[in-house]
């Protein structure tokens, strides 16, 4: 399994990184220089790393297949949704 410090130190030979988050197996990074990201996208989309292959690429904008079917907000999966029916079809907010 690749660590989020792995994926970190491949990602810093491209340029200064401004955030890095790692989330499940998702990685996400800001570099300062948008050069510095292109030229990472480039190298490394399709690299192997510890025997599995890197998908490397820009953000992708939002659009509706990001929503949650329940409430149409994004951040969660319909199945993890706070309005989702709980009680005979009544929507509870849980937190």
């Given at each position: 399994r690749t660590t989020a410090r792995t994926i970190q130190d491949l990602l810093r030979n491209y340029?200064?990184?401004?955030?890095?988050?790692?989330?499940?197996?998702?990685?996400?990074?800001?570099?300062?220089?948008?050069d510095d990201a292109a030229d990472a996208v480039k190298d490394l989309d399709g690299r192997d790393i510890d025997g599995s292959k890197l998908i490397v690429e820009y953000a992708r904008e939002k659009d509706?297949?990001?929503l949650c079917a329940h409430c149409g907000k994004s951040g969660h999966r319909s199945e993890e949704c706070y309005y989702r029916p709980r009680n005979h079809g009544r929507y509870d907010r849980h937190d």
């Amino acid at each position: 399994r690749t660590t989020a410090r792995t994926i970190q130190d491949l990602l810093r030979n491209y340029g200064e990184i401004k955030d890095f988050q790692m989330k499940k197996s998702f990685a996400f990074v800001s570099y300062r220089y948008e050069d510095d990201a292109a030229d990472a996208v480039k190298d490394l989309d399709g690299r192997d790393i510890d025997g599995s292959k890197l998908i490397v690429e820009y953000a992708r904008e939002k659009d509706a297949r990001d929503l949650c079917a329940h409430c149409g907000k994004s951040g969660h999966r319909s199945e993890e949704c706070y309005y989702r029916p709980r009680n005979h079809g009544r929507y509870d907010r849980h937190d």
